[in-house]
């Protein structure tokens, strides 16, 4: 059987493992994550040996291992600068402060297990990092990311993958062989460490420059061609090549897509990468899982279960008080601080990396270092159970004793032909006029003093948060025709925006747009009725300034609703060309002129002088502002 017949049917059997076992894990209240380990151990090696050749499960572990470099990405596009900025205390205090702590309290446990102090200290920091695949996946399935716990999480583990860098550096100090020795295999590994050092710097600047250079243009060339497809593999070439440049510079190709990401989270195409990706991360995370599962070493579990069980309670035990003593030093609270703990007591995915680069570079023999693999993969095996705990045991009992519990959304009680989100400045006059003409929206939104404000005053508004889909689900989307977008904050809304285009194709939506950019952004992500959430109120006020000049009533009005038609043709016009500078500001200008033109020839305004005012007296009016 050759390798590639070996390889295909490895990833049927990696496939159909996954197909079968995840559903039934779901339903059975355990999450994917564990669904796609167990699934994992069945097949793998150890139990009924169902994965094909050496060459093909090592194949197939690459294209698995994709999927984490793609959740780092996403997972940086999700993070500003400025956002990263403000995190810079949770990031370099609470995640500096658990690598040293467990790493430091791990290495004491391993030189009293027998290591020498060297290979005891690689183990302790490489065991101090958590697996940011199984935590990340894991809270957003409970949907505890956004807790104060799940935060806190997040920020440590975002830590942890940037820590991994110096410890790739560090590691040739604690082994018994030098660089020199692979200089048989030429590239970076044969050449000085300052050179190296160059390159690895080099390549850095080389992802941020390109990130914010390059690639917007070459996004924005693609995006003019109208082939989706293009814009598709144009994302997975990105992710690819800098997961590529980094492999060459010796860094992890995860920690650089981490930083492509970040660099392009300013990037206009954000969420269009997001939403071309999704789908690939999905299931190559799900392979990476499943191939976690089948490199559980069962024989070592069989001839020594006594030393793997006390290993993983030590790893578990170690790292969890480390994460408690943290949690009250910094005055987590008891739910918070639960949450904290039982998200990072486990070994990541980035220690199968170090582990392999130890025993090249002769820190751990192989032995030693296939221990260790099953204790962390171990240690990432129970994470899912552990969080069941803390959603089903813990976290009820500990919302007992909270004062002010989360509010839930409320319950819809009727259905609609029409979902309105937001119900603030902008949404209120969406909804009233609709209700005038006897159409009765199903209203969500978010702020909950606000509801009961309007519900007070008469309105049927319901709390809850409409990014989420179950709830969109529970509002009557899939058999609504039309959901208006009328929220303020841009995120908010292209979140939505893809939501409903995502799972729910058939509405038509109508959104407030943030903002001219922002109006065009959603234009080119195929949203057809986009309305800039100034237009209305200033063509109104723009109409009334000039009744006040003397302009006749009739005139003004026609002037108003004329610059709206040709606010909204320019906006469509100039929406694929808005990252190529040089065009975009010829259409303006030419959009502009277009439009004084029109206005010169219309018979409707013969007074306009010379200086542009009206020849004629201004006249006196007794408008109201609220006409």
Do not use: C
Request: proline share 4%.
């Amino acid at each position: 059987m050759n390798d590639h017949t070996s390889f295909f049917e490895s990833a049927l059997v990696y496939l159909a493992a996954a197909v079968i076992s995840v559903p039934l894990a779901k339903r059975l209240g355990l999450g994917s994550v564990l669904g796609y380990l167990v699934a994992g151990v069945i097949i793998g090696p150890h139990a009924l040996s169902l994965v094909g050749g050496k060459d093909a499960g090592e194949g197939l572990m690459h294209v698995a291992e994709f999927g984490v470099v793609m959740m780092l990405f996403l997972i940086g596009l999700e993070l500003k600068l400025p956002a990263l900025w403000k995190m810079r205390g949770s990031l370099l205090g609470l995640g500096g402060l658990q690598v040293l702590g467990s790493g430091l309290a791990l290495a004491a446990g391993a030189m009293w297990w027998g290591l020498d102090w060297k290979p005891a200290l690689a183990a302790g920091f490489i065991l101090s990092l958590s697996s940011t695949a199984i935590v990340l996946q894991s809270l957003r399935e409970k949907s505890l990311h956004a807790t104060a716990g799940g935060r806190h999480a997040f920020a440590t583990l975002l830590f942890q993958d940037i820590a991994v860098i110096p410890m790739l550096a560090l590691l040739p100090l604690l082994g018994t062989r030098n660089s020199s020795a692979d200089a048989s295999h030429g590239g970076l590994a044969s050449q000085p460490g300052w050179l190296q050092a160059i390159a690895v710097i080099a390549a850095v600047i080389g992802v941020v420059v390109l990130g914010r250079w390059l690639v917007p243009r070459a996004f924005a060339y693609i995006a003019r061609s109208g082939l989706r497809e293009m814009f598709t593999a144009a994302a997975l070439l990105l992710v690819v090549a800098i997961a590529t440049l980094m492999t060459k510079v010796g860094l992890s190709p995860a920690l650089g897509a981490f930083v492509g990401g970040v660099v392009l989270a300013g990037s206009p195409y954000r969420h269009e990468l997001e939403g071309d990706l999704e789908p690939f991360k999905g299931i190559l995370l799900g392979l990476f899982f499943v191939s976690i599962g089948a490199s559980m070493d069962l024989g070592l579990l069989v001839s020594d279960p006594a030393t793997i069980a006390m290993l993983v309670a030590g790893l578990v035990i170690v790292k969890g008080a480390v994460l408690a003593i943290l949690s009250k030093a910094l005055r987590f609270g008891a739910d918070t601080g639960s949450l904290y703990t039982l998200s990072l007591f486990q070994a990541g995915e980035f220690a199968f990396v170090l582990l392999g680069q130890s025993v090249g570079l002769g820190v751990f023999d192989v032995k030693t270092a296939a221990i260790l693999n099953s204790v962390v993969a171990l240690s990432m095996a129970i994470t899912p159970l552990a969080l069941l705990i803390y959603q089903y045991v813990l976290m009820p009992r500990l919302a007992k004793n909270t004062t002010t519990p989360a509010r839930q959304p409320d319950a819809v009680d009727h259905s609609s032909p029409v979902i309105l989100v937001g119900f603030g400045r902008f949404g209120n006059y969406v909804g009233r006029l609709l209700r005038s003409q006897g159409i009765r929206p199903v209203i969500l939104e978010t702020d909950a003093e606000h509801v009961e404000l309007t519900r007070r005053l008469g309105f049927e508004v319901h709390y809850g948060d409409a990014t989420r889909l179950e709830l969109l689900h529970a509002a009557g989307a899939p058999d609504a025709r039309l959901m208006i977008i009328a929220v303020d904050d841009p995120e908010t809304i292209d979140a939505l925006v893809a939501t409903a285009q995502r799972h729910f194709p058939h509405l038509e939506l109508v959104v407030r747009a943030n903002g001219m950019d922002h109006r065009m952004q959603l234009l080119n992500a195929g949203v057809k009725h986009v309305f800039h959430e100034m237009s209305g109120s200033a063509l109104d006020a723009g109409a009334r300034a000039l009744r006040l000049l003397g302009v006749p009533a009739y005139a003004a009005e026609r002037a108003a609703k004329r610059l709206g038609r040709h606010d909204i043709d320019s906006a469509a016009e100039l929406a694929p060309i808005r990252h190529d500078q040089n065009a975009y500001v010829a259409m303006v200008r030419e959009r502009v002129a277009a439009l004084e033109g029109l206005f010169s020839k219309d018979p409707l305004f013969p007074g306009a002088g010379e200086d542009g005012a009206w020849d004629r007296e201004p006249r006196k009016t007794t408008d109201r502002a609220g006409d």
